[in-house]
């Protein structure tokens, strides 16, 4: 059986190990979401560059790729993902549109904050470094439109947060790929006037919600809400329980210090300002004054903001740490921490001991370029799905932005609160989508790959002495995980060398990686 072939057999979305996508070699599994999966990768013949991350459609010719490529590529912040390249891997059942980022090792937001007791000037920090992120992002003229915690990553070694999944985004003068009303996002996350808009609008067959900066200013909010209390604030549907307190001269969410009484009063007003429900009081729409005024916070002197935000407890519950999980992760981000400076240092000395200003990585960057125009000619002749106009001109924002303010004025007022709920069982991060490029570290092992058909490697690998990028570390599960060189292994017991292509031969038995779990999609689609 040839290469092709195999090729043709492999499932797009469960691509083995030592598969080849393009110029790209898969080392790794980092997750999957509601239109991409994610692999770890290397650029066959520059390895030395290090691994990446390599989002593959789910769906061929998949047209919201070249969108988010047109954000990443265009976002200078060193909180987003820098994309590399971007191309399309040629399927028997179609052309598969893929991008090649930055491979950020962390962990999702709120899976951070549970597994350690941060300090006041910890989150600050993070929120802030967030809103760097979307202050980049708006400035590039993009939105992200999915802004919560499972979207922002907290890299292991340094702490540095990463705003990720921008397959939701949007841009002024790009094409909508669907007719609803509302765009995609997470329901928890919308703001107060999109679904007031929803109602005002129901019946108009075309006109759809222009999103502002103030709508992801209002999920950056809702994440810092939920992140100092580990609950949410109130739902802002109309069709949920406790969403009154959105209305005109309502109450509002309550304080979160009201539910955690060791926020600070300052902290306490920041959240509730990107919580407000005029538009307008959220910063006037600006993320970089949001970025001072937390940044601010963060630098100040005050004794509480160094404090721990949460108590202790025999076990884990809302506003509680406990003392042994916190030991735990302590104990993992020292030993990420060293290793994020020795590698540091190690790529310091090899640009040094070259004698060169340009680094590995910048060789594969020269290669981004001639990958997007590939992706551009195959594109074209992928099936396009029919597209909505956008508000494009400024004139026709600025109006819908006066027609918004008076429906919400009027519908404030009165009080109706009608909109469709979320589906039976929808947890608050989840039930509408997720883009998929921040999956890569979900606590639980559920995903093995399956063995290939045919080697497209070489047979009988040995054990790497390392961890493979993705894989999960102790503590393994008990019963089913072996652990080997500071990794999680699943025995092939049926399976004697020569192991396949997706296997590693060890003490004489195959083993294969014991990924992270792949996440539920979180997202709409666009």
């Not at 765009?183 to 999109?194: C, F, I, Q, V």
């Not at 080997?484 to 296997?503: E, H, N, Q, S, V």
Request: charged content about 25%; overall charge negative; glycine content about 12%.
């Amino acid at each position: 059986m040839g290469t092709q072939q195999f090729v043709q057999q492999v499932d797009p979305l469960c691509l083995p190990v030592g598969m080849r996508v393009g110029p790209w070699r898969v080392v790794g599994y980092g997750g999957r979401g509601g239109y991409g999966t994610l692999y770890c990768v290397e650029r066959e013949g520059q390895e030395e560059a290090g691994v990446f991350a390599l989002k593959l459609a789910i769906h061929p010719g998949d047209e919201r790729f070249e969108r988010e490529a047109w954000l990443l590529s265009r976002i200078l912040s060193p909180h987003v993902p820098r994309l590399y390249a971007q191309g399309v891997w040629e399927h028997a059942t179609g052309a598969f549109p893929y991008l090649v980022m930055e491979w950020v090792d962390g962990e999702p937001l709120y899976e951070w904050a549970a597994r350690r007791n941060p300090t006041e000037r910890q989150v600050l920090g993070l929120v802030a470094q967030v809103a760097r992120a979307l202050e980049a992002t708006h400035a590039a003229g993009g939105l992200h439109r999915d802004v919560k915690g499972p979207n922002v990553l907290v890299r292991r070694g340094d702490g540095r947060a990463f705003l990720m999944d921008f397959g939701a985004g949007h841009y002024r003068g790009a094409a909508t790929l669907t007719s609803k009303l509302l765009p995609p996002g997470t329901p928890a996350y919308r703001s107060p006037e999109a679904w007031v808009f929803l109602e005002a609008f129901r019946r108009h067959p075309t006109i759809i919600y222009p999103a502002s900066a103030c709508d992801d200013l209002f999920a950056l909010g809702v994440m810092g809400y939920r992140l100092v209390t580990d609950e949410y604030p109130p739902s802002t549907d109309p069709g949920e329980p406790g969403a009154e307190v959105w209305r005109e001269g309502g109450a509002g969410p309550r304080r979160p210090s009201e539910l955690n009484p060791r926020v600070s009063r300052e902290l306490d007003a920041l959240i509730l300002r990107l919580l407000a429900v005029a538009p307008v009081e959220r910063f006037h729409g600006e993320a970089l004054k949001a970025v001072k005024a937390l940044e601010q916070a963060e630098r100040s002197s005050r004794p509480e903001v160094d404090g721990l935000l949460f108590g202790w407890g025999a076990e884990q519950r809302p506003c509680w740490r406990s003392l042994e999980a916190v030991r735990l992760a302590e104990g993992r981000d020292a030993a990420a921490r060293e290793q994020f400076v020795q590698r540091q240092a190690e790529e310091q000395g090899e640009r040094r001991g070259v004698g060169q200003d340009v680094s590995a990585r910048s060789e594969v960057e020269r290669g981004a370029e001639g990958d997007r125009e590939r992706s551009r000619e195959a594109m074209k002749s992928a099936p396009h799905r029919a597209r909505v106009r956008v508000w494009g001109a400024e004139a026709a924002v600025a109006g819908m932005g006066l027609l918004l303010a008076g429906v919400l004025g009027v519908w404030l007022h009165r009080g109706q609160w009608v909109a469709q709920a979320p589906s039976a069982g929808e947890s608050r991060d989840g039930g509408e989508g997720a883009v998929g490029d921040s999956a890569a570290s979900a606590p639980l092992s559920a995903f093995t790959p399956e063995a290939a058909s045919e080697s497209v490697s070489a047979v009988g690998l040995p054990l790497p002495e390392q961890p493979r990028p993705g894989q999960r570390k102790p503590p393994c599960n008990k019963g089913s995980e072996t652990e080997i060189r500071g990794g999680c292994w699943y025995l092939l017991g049926a399976t004697a060398p020569p192991c396949k292509a997706d296997a590693y031969e060890w003490n004489g038995a195959c083993y294969v990686p014991s990924w992270s779990a792949q996440r539920e999609p979180t997202t709409d689609l666009p």
